[in-house]
Structure formats: C-alpha cells, structure tokens
C-alpha cells in the first residue's frame, strides 16, 4: 500500500514538473513588436473624493510614425479601466477641486489647447484658442482659475501680435537665425526668441492675465525644469514659480523661487537666493510653508536635491534633509501639513518616503525620513485630498508602468491597472540578477546581469556591456523603451548593466567621482565589472564580448575603442568623441565647464586627457569594429561627434557604420526610426557575436 501510494505521489509530482515545464517553453523571447506594442501608462491623478484615478495610455501608431495618447479613468476601489477620450492628441488629466470637470491638454486641432469635459465623461469643449499653444496648465485650489504657461514674444502684448509674428515667420522666405547670446538652441530646438510665460485665465473661460509680462526668462525653466516648478498657495491668491534670471543662461544652474500675487498687482517677488537650483515648490495646506527641493552647488547640475522648507513669515529656509545622502524628487504634503512624501532614488530603486516636518525642524534635519515603499521603483507620486492613499506609478525591468495605490500610513500597495499583463503573459523575461563587485580604489559598485530566454546553464552565451548616460545616472530597476535589457537579451545574450563611478542613487561622494575624470575610475569600475561577471557565472564566454551606450555611454564606448581590444564589437549612440568641439556645439555649458573642471582655453589639458579622440593620434590605435548612431536634430551631443569617430575609424581602416537619423534628437523616438535602431544594433551585434 505504501509503495502504490508513493509511486502515485511520484506520478502527481511528474505531472506537476512537466506540466510547469511546458508551460515556460510556450513562453517566447520578446522582440520589437511586443516592446512596441506595450501601452505606456502614466500621470496618474487621484479625484478629489478619492473614488476615481485618471491617468493617460500612449499607444505607438507606426503608420503615423507616432504615440497616440488618450485618457483614461479606473476606480480608486480596483476595477475596469475605461478610455474617455478618443483623439490620440489628449493628455495631462487634470480633476477640477470639486471635482466636476476633468480638465487636459490636446492638440487634435494641431494646436496645443486646454479642453474641459465632465468628470463622467462625454464631449469635451475647448477652454483655450491660442496661436503659441499651451504647455502644461493647474487648477487654483478654490476652482476658480486655471494657470498655464505658453512661449510668447516678451514685448508682444496680446495673442494678436505673437500670432502676426509667427505667421510672418512662416511666410517670409528668409530663414536666418540670428542671436547675440547664450543660450540660442537646446536639446532639438532653436529659439525663436519666445519666452515660456505664466498665465491666469476664469476656469469658465475669457481672456487671460500675464502674469510674467515682458518677462525674459521662462516659466518654469525651459533648460530644466518641469510641471512641478509652479504652485498655488491653498487660498488660490498667489503662485510660487521657478526660473532662471542670471544673464548667461548656458552656464547658470541657478533656478530660484519666486511668487506672485494672483490678481496681478505686484510684479513677481523673488524669494529665494541659493546659488544652486530651487525648484518644485508646494505650499503646505495650512499655508505656513513652501516645501522646495534645492541643489547648493552652483553650475552643477547632479549635485543631490536637498529638501527644504520656506517659512512665508520670517521668509527663512530650513534644510530638512542634510544628513539624508539620497535626491529628493516629487514633493506633496499630507492634508493636515504634518508630512511631506517623497520619491528619491536609492541605489537601483525609487522608493517612496515620508518625513515628519516638525520633528525635522526641531532638529535641523537630522530625522532620517521614512521610507514606505521598498524595493521598487515608483514615480509621478499623488496624495488623495482625505490623505489615505497614495496613487503612484510603479515599473521594473520586467513591467513596463503601471498605475498603483498605496495606504499612506502603512505603504501597502495595490496594482490598479493591468494594461500590459496579456501582452507580457507569453514573453520569457529574466529577473535582473544585482550584484556587487570591487571596483577601482577599493569602492563597492553595484551591476545588473540578464540572461537571455530559453536560459541553458550548461551553455555558453556572447555578454553585451551596455553602459549608461549622464553619467550622472543609473540603470535602474525600470523599463525602457529605448535602452531596454531584456530587449537587448533576446537574441540570446548576457546582458550586464553596471552603474560605475558617477552614476546616481548611492551617495554624492559616489557621483561626484566622476568630475574630471571621465575616462578614469568609471572606465575601470566597468572592466572590473565585467571581470567579475566572466569569472563568477560559467555560461558567459569571454572570448564573445560586446559593448553599447548612449550619451555619456556612447562617449565611454568611443573611450573603450582607444583604450582596449577586448570586445569584439561596438556601438556609440550620440557619444561625446572631442571634448573641444563638443564644447563649442553643444548648448548647456555648464555641464561641460563643471565635468571638465573649466574650459578649454583655461584647462586644455583636462579637455585633451579625456577626449577619446586624442587616443586616435597614433594611426591605427583603433582596431574594435564599431556601429556610430545619431540624431541630426541632437543639440546636446551634435551629432558631428559621430561624424569625426566615424571619420576616425574608416581612415583607419576599422569596419565601422553610420546612421543617421535627420529627424530626431539626442532620443530616437519615432515607432519606425525606433525598429531601424533595434534591427541596426542586432544585426551589427550578430555580424561579430553569433
């Protein structure tokens, strides 16, 4: 009896193992089309009485060559997710107060207007019909106004003249830009001379109140900032904003708060005078308080955000956060103005955080905040108007985003939305295997490896190195849509993702190892990164290696081609090649003056020292076959840096390709320009790897 009962346990177990075998070998490798078809899910926003989030869906048209993008709505409470608009032109859902009305952007008109529609959906009416267009635009706390921001000609004074301009623009057959400063162009446009302004316009409807009139400066800054960099007070009589008002733009990452009376009578009041940039500011609900982020290093772009607090009756700022060594990003208030929550990078993730502002008052910053949410990656953070919930989105390298809730007292999350299970039910993902290794001087770095579908560990797979941009930056534990490693590990390779010297998430000290040592410490963390890899996991072949990047890891790819023949091949996307050069072309300054420690007539030997093209002076130093991709409209990184390595590599006699893509930017973002890039880069890798 025993033995009949042990064989029949036997066979149940039998059944049950393969019955799990079969189904991972129905999963299948993930390819472009499943990446492209994903919906991307984001900006959600809680209603006022909490029952309702509304969020957008952007879903890639390739016929269009574009993402059409709509709104969405889904009960607070779990439940059916229901699309209410239609346009693929619609977004930013904003619930009025009350919350009657949704308020968002859209441009199915060809212009970016603001429209309004019942919180229960239906027809929507458009609210604003101007010729600049709107950029981003918020509610006033009593439902009464709406604020927005749109580029207009400082000394134009109505809608009338900026349209004149704009139109004789267009028709003029002269096409000359002319400029007598900085900044004159940045990421993939040049100015026209418009400056983004803050208006104030009846929530009903009528004409419109500047309140930055003649104004030259933008709200928020056009260089870096966001929606979060303009507020109300709660009694909707006046606007906190930030902007930058030093008289050499490329070079000052001074952004500094300023208010202004809502009623327009008084002209904007700065508040702040940090060297370093102030930005998203919130009032708290009682209206005691503006609750900033601010970096204290000026002309440095990565120093850590440091949570602050201006005190609107002595007008003093307090540091709440000196002793917390993370960024603080996204800043709201609890309703009873006792708790300010936070999202803020630690290491690989982005969790949630909450400080209490008496306690961190009470003893100058030395409270360490809370942290809710662990061990994921969440952004674009809400509070409920009760402060019961928190509404937030949440992605891995696994998941594309999705829309979540969270108890605000205990951090217990709920995934609202499921728009992309189906798609992701029959792809074989890997979970990202985190690791730490030593890497130059001693230091504990931190990568990530991924293994390829259908994973056998009894064979041997080709390793991609693929290395990050910033470099004041991470791999984080999230998804992407253009450097994506599961996409990257689908052909059938090892993925490693490394966040070397400079990268962000794991203290400032480690961040700032980079200044002025581009080639150094970071170039070595990643070798002994990839050392540790090859010895410490038997199936990745050392003698089938390869190494991709964009940005500050095109550069370092660029950097590798003079500095070692390990890899069998190569691809830099939009990497910085002569540091000289990509000094003169490119439009933030201070990026390159702080990195650099100067510029180039003052310290040309730093410029020199880490220019991967100094590596080519001796003929034929480069040997690595390499791909060089760019975007024609890339202001950041010109695109004339591909073009000199590229001129490089083929006077040297190196297998090298070149593409360019006329329309885009530092970004390849086009559904159909994005499948070129995937198809390019796998084929280059599979020519030198399979």
């Not at 969020?55 to 390739?62: L, Q, S």
């Amino acid at each position: 009896m025993l033995r009949r009962l042990t064989v029949f346990v036997c066979a149940v177990c039998y059944v049950a193992i393969a019955a799990q075998v079969s189904r991972a070998q129905m999963k299948r490798a993930i390819t472009f089309d499943d990446l492209i078809s994903m919906r991307r899910v984001s900006d959600p926003q809680i209603s006022p009485d909490g029952k309702w989030v509304a969020f957008t869906v952007a879903i890639p048209d390739r016929d269009a060559n574009r993402n059409a993008t709509n709104i969405w709505r889904i009960p607070a409470a779990g439940g059916d997710a229901e699309q209410i608009t239609q346009s693929g032109h619609d977004s930013s859902p904003r619930w009025s107060p009350d919350g009657a009305k949704l308020a968002f952007l859209s441009s199915r008109d060809g212009h970016s207007q603001i429209y309004m529609m019942s919180a229960n959906g239906g027809d929507a009416t458009p609210m604003t019909s101007i010729s600049t267009d709107v950029d981003l635009f918020m509610w006033s706390p009593d439902g009464a106004s709406i604020a927005y921001t749109s580029s207009v000609f400082p000394d134009c004074t109505d809608d009338a003249c900026n349209k004149k301009r704009l139109d004789d623009a267009e028709k003029s057959k002269v096409k000359a830009r002319i400029y007598d400063h900085l900044l004159y162009r940045h990421w993939n446009e040049w100015s026209d001379g418009r400056r983004s302004h803050l208006f104030l316009m009846p929530a009903a409807g009528g004409t419109a109140r500047d309140l930055t009139a003649a104004a030259n400066y933008d709200v928020p800054p056009v260089q870096r900032g966001d929606a979060q960099d303009i507020a109300f007070s709660p009694d909707s009589k006046e606007l906190c904003f930030v902007a930058v008002t030093d008289p050499v733009e490329a070079i000052s990452t001074n952004g500094d708060l300023f208010t202004v009376p809502a009623d327009g009578s008084a002209p904007p009041k700065k508040i702040t005078t940090n060297p370093g940039f102030d930005g998203h500011p919130r009032y708290s609900p009682d209206g005691k308080f503006i609750a900033y982020h601010a970096q204290t290093v000026p002309e440095y772009e990565s120093d850590r955000w440091r949570l602050m607090l201006y005190d609107r009756t002595t007008d003093k700022s307090t540091n709440l956060t000196e002793s917390f060594d993370r960024s603080v990003d996204a800043i709201f208030w609890s309703p009873d103005s006792r708790l300010i929550y936070f999202n803020g990078e630690d290491r690989a993730q982005s969790p949630l955080w909450s400080l209490d502002v008496t306690a961190a008052t009470a003893s100058a910053g030395s409270v360490a905040p809370r942290m809710l949410l662990v061990n994921t990656f969440n952004t674009e953070p809400g509070i409920s108007a009760d402060g019961k919930t928190l509404v937030f989105s949440r992605a891995s390298m696994m998941r594309p985003a999705e829309i979540y809730t969270a108890d605000a007292s205990a951090g217990t999350a709920r995934q609202l939305t499921h728009m992309n299970d189906s798609r992701l039910a029959g792809l074989d993902l890997a979970q990202p295997e985190w690791f730490w290794f030593t890497g130059a001087l001693n230091a504990r770095v931190e990568g990530a490896l991924v293994r390829p579908p259908d994973f056998d560990p009894s064979k041997k797979y080709p390793v991609l190195l693929v290395i990050h941009g910033g470099p004041q930056n991470a791999w984080d534990d999230t998804w992407s849509y253009r450097w994506n490693p599961e996409v990257f590990a689908s052909p059938g390779y090892v993925v490693v993702a490394i966040n070397p010297r400079g990268s962000s998430g794991y203290g400032q000290k480690f961040t700032d190892e980079i200044t002025n040592d581009w080639g150094g410490k970071c170039y070595q963390d990643l070798m002994k990164g990839l050392d540790y890899v090859l010895a410490k996991y038997p199936f990745t072949d050392s003698t089938r290696t390869a190494a991709a990047g964009g940005s500050f890891g095109g550069y370092m790819v660029d950097w590798i081609a003079g500095h070692t023949g390990r890899f069998k091949a190569l691809i830099s996307h939009a990497g910085p090649y002569d540091k000289v050069s990509m000094y003169g072309g490119t439009e933030e300054l201070w990026f390159e003056e702080h990195d650099m420690a100067g510029v180039p007539w003052t310290v040309p030997e730093n410029y020199r020292k880490w220019s991967p093209s100094t590596y080519a002076a001796e003929f034929g130093k480069f040997k690595t076959p390499t791909l060089v991709i760019d975007g024609e409209r890339d202001y950041r990184i010109p695109y004339t840096q591909g073009l000199q390595f590229f001129t490089a590599l083929q006077r040297q006699g190196v297998p090298s390709k070149l593409v360019i893509f006329p329309d885009e930017g530092h970004w390849i973002l086009k559904p159909q320009n994005s499948e070129l890039w995937y198809k390019t880069f796998f084929d280059w890798l599979a020519q030198y790897l399979k």
